[in-house]
């Protein structure tokens, strides 16, 4: 099971407001007693909780259980490794799941009522983790999607706490056409009488709408050549609107069924209009100088086939910091599990991963 | 206005049942009394009607008001152009909108119990219409996404009916990777407590679904490079959830309201599902026996961009038709206009099919 770390304090976010108390859940993995200079911080993505990988005391396989352990990309016999929960999930961080201090009695959950958070202070959940455990600097920040945005953040808000990053998968600066479809996954759960305005009771949520963007989701993490070569072509009856003929839609409705036994409607819509709001150039003068506030060597990393966030977008991040002299590494990887890779292609991950923690 | 067929008699349906008459809205341009030789049959996509261009009774533009007219891509100095409504879609042509003639007294529309047809029937809707015209054999038959479809099958059924065919952004069969993405657009209008089973009122419909679902089908008909260069990367506030924050989403809401005001969601869920459904080998012994009924020469058209129906899919086709020997042209059109391009790129589309409907 995770710790939780209580922060008290107030915590002021990126947009205004602030949250008047934090709380941040994360397990870690190889020798705690290793100082921060043998320390690897991995941040999740979006549906991804603490448990990244299987513990003594949660046996199950975490989400990156093929990365993280004895001998992996990021070897627990030569790292601690910590992950936390990130601020606005249900995996047991502060989130809309959370009691808001500030309500009347009886006190009610934040819900709808949560303010919108960004990368930038999902990232500062982190840096509020390190100095309760007493890791001024790190060695390593690793994420993917959400994940590597709050790599990006942490890397540009306090440059000397780490030596080295890992950006998978992400973007210093969400783009139109990104926004366009996470804009529709947002919308079908709107769009569930039973969400209420967000009002909803946690075992009465807007279950269909929740499926049906994990659907969608499902769809921008893959890819069309996967889901061809994967799936039967042929359909079966029944041939009605609202049926699952085809096995590619059987394996989507199984993918949202899971997720919603997981989630939460009102951290999704947050999380998701957080990944929109990604962009390291917020309140600097340009984006280019909210990017060359990294100054740690970098890796970032993109996949071919990546509909949600392409490599276009990790390509002119790379190519931003390297023009500026800044030390960086950038690789394309062709993979029919697009935006998922990261889940799937230990293989070519692995090695990498573990070269360049090494100092490669 | 369009002119309304009646044709009756029963019409039997590709996947079993049949409609006891039908109904055929259609428009015509040129000269009329052209024989067939000198006709060219455009079929539509899924959310398009018979007015494919301005008339002297209707002088609205018409959904391909750039391809259509006085030496144009399809020249009206040259041919007649005749265009039908498509069996299913709420332009005039049978379809859920249409009173069911089997229903008692008093007589209901046909609403969420029209039979499931596909683009095979629709084919054999053109041909009914051309043999109230007395038309046996045409010049040409033209067509995109799902009109493309219509072509394909036309031209499959009726080998003898025509000279030369135009498939546009479309495919002989459908594959998982397509199917996935309209799998989601149906499950918006599922969703909408107003949907109630497809027995609402007509002023009443699922208008909220039916929005979504239209944004979910223009990021699919577009691409990822023109809303990237079209609308602007800062969002506005307000930063909640439910907020257009972007412009892109601004757009996207615009043109789902547009939407909504034109189209039924019972037709919708019809058509969508027809598009899934389509299969030149339905029926046959294998997919190429039903491709290869295909004998008259045809252009295959891509575009590069195309999400939705990705050239690969055309490129498969030319390449089975050309490797048994049938004359076929294929092309590549690359275009930030994805699966739209046709409705946009008229300085590349036009004299191409001008040229090909001359006979190069």
Redesign the interface.
């Known amino acids: 099971m995770p710790t939780t770390q209580r922060i008290a304090g107030s915590f002021p976010l990126t947009?205004g407001g602030s949250l008047p108390e934090v709380e941040v859940a994360w397990e870690e993995w190889g020798d705690s007693s290793l100082p921060g200079e043998r320390t690897v911080v991995v941040m999740p993505a979006l549906s991804a909780s603490c448990h990244a990988a299987s513990t003594t005391d949660d046996p199950t396989p975490g989400w990156w259980e093929g990365m993280i352990g004895p001998g992996r990309g990021i070897d627990t016999d030569h790292w601690r490794v910590v992950c936390a929960s990130i601020l606005g999930s249900p995996f047991g961080s502060t989130s809309p799941l959370s009691i808001d201090p500030r309500s009347s009695h009886p006190q009610k959950r934040y819900g709808p009522r949560f303010p919108?958070i960004t990368p930038a202070d999902q990232a500062r959940g982190h840096a509020l983790l390190l100095d309760a455990l007493g890791l001024n600097k790190v060695h390593a920040i690793v994420g993917s999607s959400l994940g590597g945005m709050q790599v990006l953040e942490f890397a540009a808000q306090f440059p000397n706490r780490l030596s080295r990053w890992i950006s998978i998968v992400s973007t210093g600066?969400t783009?139109?056409?990104?926004?366009?479809?996470r804009?529709?996954g947002?919308?079908?759960i709107?769009?569930?009488?039973d969400f209420l305005g967000g009002e909803y009771e946690l075992d009465k949520g807007p279950a269909?709408?929740l499926r049906?963007t994990r659907?969608?989701g499902t769809?921008t993490y893959r890819?069309?050549?996967e889901?061809?070569q994967?799936?039967?072509?042929e359909?079966e009856p029944p041939?009605?609107?609202?049926a699952?003929?085809?096995?590619?839609?059987q394996y989507?409705a199984a993918q949202g069924q899971r997720f919603v036994q997981r989630f939460d409607a009102n951290c999704y819509?947050?999380l998701?209009?957080c990944m929109?709001?990604m962009n390291l150039g917020y309140g600097q003068k340009n984006y280019a100088e909210g990017v060359l506030r990294i100054t740690a060597p970098g890796y970032v990393i993109g996949v071919d086939r990546d509909m949600l966030i392409?490599p276009t977008e990790q390509q002119h991040l790379a190519h931003l910091l390297e023009s500026h002299g800044r030390p960086v590494k950038f690789e394309i990887l062709s993979s029919i599990y697009g935006h998922d890779a990261y889940l799937k292609e230990y293989d070519w991950f692995g090695p990498r991963i573990a070269a360049f923690l090494a100092g490669a």
Chains 1, 2 share one sequence.
């Open positions: 947009l919108q600066r783009t139109p056409g990104t926004v366009a479809l804009r529709v947002r919308a079908a709107l769009l569930d009488p269909r709408g049906v659907e969608l769809i890819s069309r050549d889901f061809n994967r799936f039967r072509w359909p041939f009605t609107p609202s699952a003929s085809f096995e590619v839609e989507l819509l947050l998701s209009k929109d709001l392409p």
